[in-house]
């Protein structure tokens, strides 16, 4: 690939992903910049003892402005879907962010007609989002289309779950505080 695939390992993550990832790029002979806020997670940075807003800006925001400036990069491709949440519905193709990073959905600069608006400023950055328009179902139309490897994570198998009420949470994540009398249950 002409440029390297950039990572930002934004929480403990599954060895099942962290070895699927390691063993895809090898695969497809990427060069694969693995960056992480250490301190973040040495600080014990959890959304279920900062609350999600405070433990994403340490472990998303702060890590990838982190390996932005450590690469010298001034754009990042991702890979989220507006229909995944409420909040991504304003998020544009190209999103702008200022030299703080965060998203400021009444600060984007207009796309019509697939007109992309690029230039910045030292210190800002672009979050580029390609597959934004795309739902679901078209995304894993095009994996069967194109024969893409997923993670096998995805599939459904028996696993250990934290329950909570209609919430399941896979205990692999070694940062999930057990309540009072809770314990895993094989989950399918």
Same mark, same amino acid.
């Given at each position: 690939?002409?440029?390297?695939?950039?990572?930002?390992?934004?929480?403990?993550?599954?060895?099942?992903?962290?070895?699927?990832?390691?063993?895809?790029?090898?695969?497809?002979?990427?060069?694969?910049?693995?960056?992480?806020?250490?301190?973040?997670?040495?600080?014990?940075? /959890? $959304?279920?003892?900062? %609350?999600?807003?405070?433990?994403?800006?340490? #472990?998303? *925001?702060?890590?990838? @402005? &982190?390996?932005?400036?450590?690469?010298?990069?001034?754009?990042?491709?991702?890979?989220?879907?507006?229909?995944?949440?409420?909040?991504?519905?304003?998020?544009?193709?190209?999103?702008?962010?200022?030299?703080?990073?965060?998203?400021?959905?009444?600060?984007?600069?207009?796309?019509?007609?697939?007109?992309?608006? /690029? $230039?910045?400023?030292? %210190?800002?950055?672009?979050?580029?989002?390609? #597959?934004? *328009?795309?739902?679901? @179902? &078209?995304?894993?139309?095009?994996?069967?289309?194109?024969?893409?490897?997923?993670?096998?994570?995805?599939?459904?198998?028996?696993?250990?779950?934290?329950?909570?009420?209609?919430?399941?949470?896979?205990?692999?994540?070694?940062?999930?505080?057990?309540?009072?009398?809770?314990?895993?249950?094989?989950?399918?």
């Amino acid at each position: 690939l002409p440029f390297p695939l950039l990572h930002v390992d934004t929480t403990y993550k599954f060895g099942e992903m962290i070895e699927f990832r390691d063993r895809f790029c090898a695969e497809i002979g990427a060069r694969l910049i693995v960056h992480t806020n250490r301190k973040a997670i040495e600080d014990g940075a /959890s $959304p279920f003892l900062l %609350g999600t807003q405070k433990c994403c800006g340490l #472990l998303k *925001t702060r890590a990838l @402005l &982190d390996a932005l400036s450590a690469g010298n990069f001034d754009a990042a491709f991702g890979g989220a879907r507006r229909d995944e949440e409420k909040s991504r519905a304003k998020e544009r193709v190209y999103s702008f962010r200022d030299a703080f990073g965060p998203w400021d959905p009444k600060n984007q600069r207009p796309e019509l007609r697939n007109l992309f608006n /690029s $230039p910045i400023q030292p %210190g800002e950055s672009l979050r580029i989002f390609p #597959l934004s *328009t795309w739902t679901e @179902l &078209d995304i894993c139309q095009y994996i069967h289309a194109e024969d893409i490897p997923i993670v096998p994570l995805y599939f459904a198998k028996e696993r250990p779950m934290l329950v909570r009420g209609e919430t399941l949470t896979p205990v692999e994540q070694p940062f999930i505080p057990l309540l009072p009398g809770e314990r895993p249950q094989m989950v399918r």
